[in-house]
Nanobody
Framework: QVQLVESGGGLVQAGGFLKLSCAASGRTFSTMGWFRQPPGKEREFVAAISWGGSKTYYADSVKGRFSISRDNAKNTGYLQANSLKPEDTAVYFC???????????????????WGQGTQVTVSS
């Protein structure tokens, strides 16, 4: 069973940056996704990356500002978040597809294992 641990969240001023990490223990996984849940709102897709890294997907709201990557040797994924805005404030979750789901990588249904989340707060 894969377990995920996110880190790297925190408080940052608007225009700043953070790098979130998602370390996976256990066996390897396929696609990794990042989602976020703003206060009082539903969880939303942020970014996803295929196993080899050749395919990446981004929500329109973060395209050009966020970058997803992974290091399979370390079983770790990353989300580089630049030019942060107050509306990026949310709990960020990483998730992995451990069995090769056929759901679209941009939907939460793709992922069967989730981390506990890390808080990102962007002040104006």
């Amino acid at each position: 069973q894969v377990q995920l641990v996110e880190s790297g969240g925190g408080l940052v001023q608007a225009g700043g940056f953070l790098k979130l990490s998602c370390a996976a223990s256990g066996r390897t996984f396929s696609t990794m996704g990042w989602f976020r849940q703003p206060p009082g709102k539903e969880r939303e897709f942020v970014a996803a990356i295929s196993w080899g890294g050749s395919k990446t997907y981004y929500a329109d709201s973060v395209k050009g500002r966020f970058s997803i990557s992974r290091d399979n040797a370390k079983n770790t994924g990353y989300l580089q978040a630049n030019s942060l805005k107050p509306e990026d404030t949310a709990v960020y979750f990483c998730a992995v597809d451990s069995f090769g789901s056929t759901w679209d990588a941009r939907t939460f249904r793709r992922y069967d294992i989730w981390g506990q989340g890390t808080q990102v707060t962007v002040s104006s």
